[in-house]
């Protein structure tokens, strides 16, 4: 070893302990899935000549919580003739990753206990051992193991931790009146039911009532309809502003009314109902439901066949089917192209994707100029901790922890479930941002550009606010997840999108199934698209 390599190795183990002990701010390793396959599509790359064919009867177009769930329910129905292209990214939305035996999310972390209403995910749960009896009873029987435990949530104000994420703490008697008619209002709602006998707001929202009177909401944001009914209290708008950030991915002057009460009334609602309040969540989010959703088609269909690397590039339809060019990357990064063959089609991409695959989307009505939802950038951090940081006063570390008027959306701590016995000496903190203070098209710019300690500085705004310089005396990894369009957004006029509402009836040789169906970007309405697509192709 001559001396320049000494002295670097001598200063690298120097970080590294000093890393340990406090001060040196740890390296993030950064990803962006699907970033690279989309700018493919958006630039029209050359592409060679596909090496092969591949023939299916049913193609599955993206492997996310609807492609996912579509083959799920083709599977239990006993056909097993289906193919799905998992493209960019495994799972989507509702990835996860580890660090050694500790897993955490990159998307999706938690899913409330369905309503009685959502009786697609009650089947599912059941069926994948989640719900463990009365699945569509009021009160089903849910695995202990899945349920999130005390302390739930707690919110960082005015230097002190409160149980809760709604503020309490400093607040005078009209801020609190306010919160409490404002919850009134939103609890009565859960029951209330249109002029066609619908519920009012539903999950799917495709069963949600169409009455005129309540469409209405959606042609005013969420923050003027809160003004114009007298809510003017800081704390709650605060709050408000939170739940369409951390839910839509904007900020509730840019959110639907009707989307931002159908937050807080679209779930429960029904005497004895166990799904008011409580989530189902694992340590890695939601990818614990990709991996029981790919083991159940495993063992339906006696292999792993039905799933195939690659993303989808132009798909057209054919006199008996549709051709579908698909394009796949070699460790080396050159892409290559295969042919997918199929009688159906379903389309389980989100639809800004689709728009560039599907170059007959007019003919089923959606022109995308007039239809795309706006998509919201976000930040999905994941910082490995050896050891606690040390705590300010208040309630004791929870599962989600908030920091109010915070720059991001929190953190939840994915060893949650043994917090309640005694502190772990290891564990993984999920930061999560909707980056909204910019247009999206910005966001998007700036993310594409900034460097790994830019983004590590981002990621640990709520952090830092909390534990300011003792975070990195613990955080021994980092792992930054960009997603430069994670999720729809529905804003004001969503409802009445022409494109979407004729994509969710096509039933030709290409089916859609995606949560941009709803404009509402939950595991709930994913999974219900994937399942009415598998029904009409199983017709």
């Known amino acids: 070893m001559d001396r320049r390599t000494f002295l670097v190795a001598s200063a690298a183990a120097s970080l590294a302990a000093c890393g340990r002990t406090g001060w040196i701010e740890t390296t993030p390793q950064v990803g962006y899935p699907g970033m690279r396959e989309g700018h493919a599509l958006r630039d029209h790359a050359a592409l060679p000549a596909p ?41 989507g939305n509702a990835a996860g990753g580890r660090f050694g035996e500790l897993g955490y999310p990159k998307g999706a972390h938690y ?47 005015g230097g002190q931790w409160q149980d809760g994420i709604v503020p309490t703490t400093g607040l005078d008697a009209d801020a609190l009146t306010q919160q409490a008619r404002f919850f009134a209002y939103t609890d009565g709602l ?43 209290a800081k704390a709650l ?120 695959v599907f170059p007959q989307l ?50 939840v701590v994915s060893t949650h479930q043994l917090i309640r016995m005694s502190p772990p000496t290891r564990s993984v903190f999920s930061a999560y941002q909707a980056l909204s203070t910019q247009t999206p098209d910005d966001t998007r710019r700036w993310l594409a550009q900034a460097k790994p300690d830019a983004l590590r500085e981002q990621a640990a705004l709520d952090l830092q606010a909390v534990y300011g310089r003792e975070l990195w005396k613990h955080a021994t990894a980092l792992e930054i997840t960009v997603r430069g369009h994670a999720m729809a957004t529905p804003d004001v006029g969503f409802l009445s999108r022409p494109g979407l509402l004729a994509l969710r009836d096509a039933d030709g040789p290409v089916v859609f199934a995606h949560a941009d169906l709803s404009g509402l970007s939950l595991f709930e309405e994913a999974s219900y698209w994937g399942m009415l697509a598998a029904h009409r192709v199983l017709a």
């Not at 299916?56 to 799920?72: E, F, R």
């Open 51 to 91: 090496s092969g064919t591949i023939e299916t009867d049913v193609a599955i177009l993206g492997a996310g919580a609807a492609g996912l769930s579509c083959a799920w329910q083709l599977a239990r129905a006993g056909h097993t003739r289906f193919t799905v292209l998992a493209g960019p990214e495994f799972g």
């Open 111 to 157: 899913l409330p206990l369905p309503s009685l209403e959502s009786a697609h995910l009650r089947d599912m749960l059941a069926d994948l051992g989640v719900i463990e009896s009365a699945p569509f009873s009021g009160r089903p029987v849910y695995d202990e193991r899945a349920l999130v435990h005390a302390p739930d949530e707690r919110l960082f104000i």
């Open 190 to 232: 859960r029951t209330a039911r249109g002029a066609d006998g619908r519920k009012v707001f539903c999950i799917p929202i495709a069963e949600s009532s169409r009455d005129p009177r309540w469409r209405a909401l959606d042609r005013r944001s969420f923050r003027q309809w809160l003004l114009d009914e007298g809510y003017t």
């Open 237 to 356: 708008h605060w709050y408000l502003n939170y739940c369409c950030r951390d839910d839509y991915g904007a900020g509730y002057e840019h959110v639907s009314a009707w989307a931002g009460l159908h937050y807080f009334s679209s779930r429960g609602g029904h005497a004895g109902d166990a799904s008011d309040g409580a989530v189902l969540t694992w340590p890695d989010g939601l990818h614990t439901m990709v991996t029981k959703l790919s083991d159940s088609i495993t063992a339906r269909t006696g292999s792993n066949a039905w799933s195939r690397d690659g993303f989808a590039v132009r798909a057209t339809e054919r006199a008996g089917g549709v051709d579908v060019l698909c394009a796949r990357a070699g460790h080396d990064g050159t892409l290559s192209t295969f042919m997918l063959k199929a009688r159906r089609v379903v389309c389980a991409m989100p639809l800004f994707v689709a728009a560039r």
């Open 362 to 411: 007019a003919a089923y009505g959606f022109e995308p100029a007039r239809d795309l939802p706006p998509r919201a950038p976000w930040l999905v951090s994941n910082f490995l901790l050896d050891g606690m940081p040390a705590e300010e006063a208040g309630v004791p570390l929870a599962w989600d922890n908030v920091v109010y008027d915070g720059a991001g959306l929190g953190y």
